[in-house]
């Protein structure tokens, strides 16, 4: 037997897209920093006796630990920043190295050593806390098929590569099959599995002029069908276009302190050289004096406790939702999350369970429902159909019947029983159909339900319903986001009937319905100009392209591969509930971030005052930084109370 192979050299393939700026020179600036922290306890402990000794271990300390944070980013970073924006651009690297410096010069290595040593180990937690996490696209690489059967002019089939498939070729697809490449059906019946682009689970029958989609699934009949696009033009050669495209066009948002950062260093160097300059004759300082103070303003508002604001917040915060089932693959998506002004869901398997369950049924009055219902356990029993599962598992059979069913795509399950052909199908595969089946039917429907009659020699006696109901915590996380102002939209492959059903029991402000996995994606970006920062929750390969395009991507644990690699942030166990406590989380830790911040700068600001009454000097400034320092870590730490 033929089988479609995958190509060795996709499976290889990823993307790894960072969109931070990545300084990622390995191990070494690690070691740097472990050696220069060693140095330093080395310096500390010596007698001060060996003060040059001393000093020079702790000048070799701020330079081993600083080199990478300090000198290559700092200054680098300001350099490219500064060219990209056409303007001075300075981050707060720079500062710290020129308060370390300032502290040297003027006797004060110790303390010059440990700004730096705080300094580059908060940069180095936060580079831990952020994760740089990968979006691999290699499994969607590998859903992608790579070989086709081509039937000959003599009616023989080869084995050809998809990239070599022409419009207007015909193709073999046997049972199990993965469709090649998307075209129509010429010939033969059968169901495919379009989950990996409409998310889907409940297979779709197929027959002659109907169309197909390469990387679908197809299920037990065979056919014959003609290419209609080319491989590079198909839905899901667009699929892998989009994610790779959304990835290379994502920018990280800026921090609250990323933003701050450049003006607030802009102004401390631009106040320390009008201080050193103007203090000689506007308080009648030596130049000595005025050097000194300028040397004191500088280490007294150089952001210590600033650069930490962030990193025990963000640090906990991430580890308190690991706890409670919630994987974040970087702080910068929950700061994100915070500040959300829209949220997308998809549908199926995310808003609902992903199975359809039986939630009507009705038979006529004149006959034995009873054995209406063995003979339809019986019936479903013989069924590899997706709604058979949700039929055996609404009725039970009284008494045990062995009927030998035969499935005929179109027209449903048949079988004889006692003398009478009994046919369970869809409402079209039947004619003159009473008005109280008819009533219910459109009833029912409108309610987005799927319905299917069940027959007795081609005449109706009853009807079952059946609908992917919406999972037991979809209701309360709709409420919650919209008593938060949030809008909330449900985007799905399904029908507009469906969407408007599901999102009627829900409350969801917005349906949009019979999208395909581009639409997804450009509809994220209608949201984002709508409404500002916009989230969207999906599971399914065709989710992924809207996921990786919104500002936060959000998988289901349970969905598929492809979703959970380029999400954001992923919630375990398909629970939704955890999706409102990574809100509720993300929103205190924004909190606390802020609480950081205006301390911090409240410290600074007693500082500058400080030095300026002569109040202060560097070992005082110092020793208040590192106080503030340890306050502000601490407030983030109250992130790791973990409340239920």
Known sequence: MDTIQKNPSQEKHSHDHDHTHNHNHGKMPIILYFSGLVLALIALVLNNDLELVQNSLFLMATITAGY????????????????????????SHLLMGLAAIGASLIGNFWEGTLLILIFSGAHFLEEYAEGRSKREITKLLEMNPTTARLMMPNGDTKIVDVSTLKVGDRLQVLNGDQIPIDGIIVSGTTSIDESSINGESI??????????????????????????????????????????QNQNNQTKAASIIQKFEPKYVTFVLVAIVLVVVLSPFLFNWTWSESLYKGLVLLVAASPCALAA??????????????????????????????GIDAIAFDKTGTLTSGKPVVTN?????????????????????????????????????????????????????????????????????????????????????????????????????????????????AKATIDYFKQQGIHT???????EMTGKAVAKQLGIDEVIANVMPEDKSRIIDEQKEKYGV???VGDGVNDAPALVNADVGIAMGDGTDVAVDVSDL???????????QSHKTSSKMSRIIWQNIIFSMAVVIFLVVANFLGLSNIAISVIIHEGSTLVVILNGLRMLVSKK
């Open 68 to 91: 990478h944070v300090v000198v290559l980013e700092g200054i680098g970073e300001t350099i490219e920043n500064t060219k990209a924006q056409k303007r001075f651009a300075p981050n």
């Open 203 to 244: 297979a779709k029958e197929k027959t002659k002029g109907d169309g197909v989609f390469g990387s679908t699934i197809n299920g037990t009949g065979s056919f014959t069908m003609e290419v209609t696009k080319e491989n590079k033009d198909t839905v899901f050669s667009k699929i892998l276009q989009l994610v790779n």
């Open 309 to 338: 604001a962030t990193v025990s917040a963000t640090l906990s915060a991430t580890s308190n939702l690991a706890k409670k089932g919630v994987l974040s693959k970087g702080s910068s998506y929950l700061s994100q999350l915070a």
């Open 361 to 473: 049924a009705y038979f006529s009055d004149a006959v034995n429902q009873e054995k209406m219902i063995d003979i339809v356990v019986a019936l479903e029993k013989e069924s590899n159909h997706p709604l058979a599962d949700a039929i055996l598992n609404k009725f039970k059979a009284k008494n045990k019947l062995n009927i030998q069913a035969n499935n005929q795509l179109g027209k449903g399950l048949e079988g004889e029983y006692d003398g009478h052909t009994y046919r369970i199908g869809k409402p079209t595969s039947f004619e003159g159909v009473s008005d109280e089946y008819t009533r219910l039917n459109t009833e029912w429907a409108t309610e987005g339900k799927t319905v299917v009659y069940v027959a007795e020699d081609n005449k109706v006696l009853g009807l079952i319903a059946l609908m992917d109901v919406p999972n037991k915590q």
């Open 489 to 495: 939209t449900l985007i799905t492959g399904d029908s």
């Open 534 to 536: 916009t989230a969207m």
């Open 570 to 580: 992923v919630l375990m166990q398909n629970d939704l509930s955890k999706l409102v």
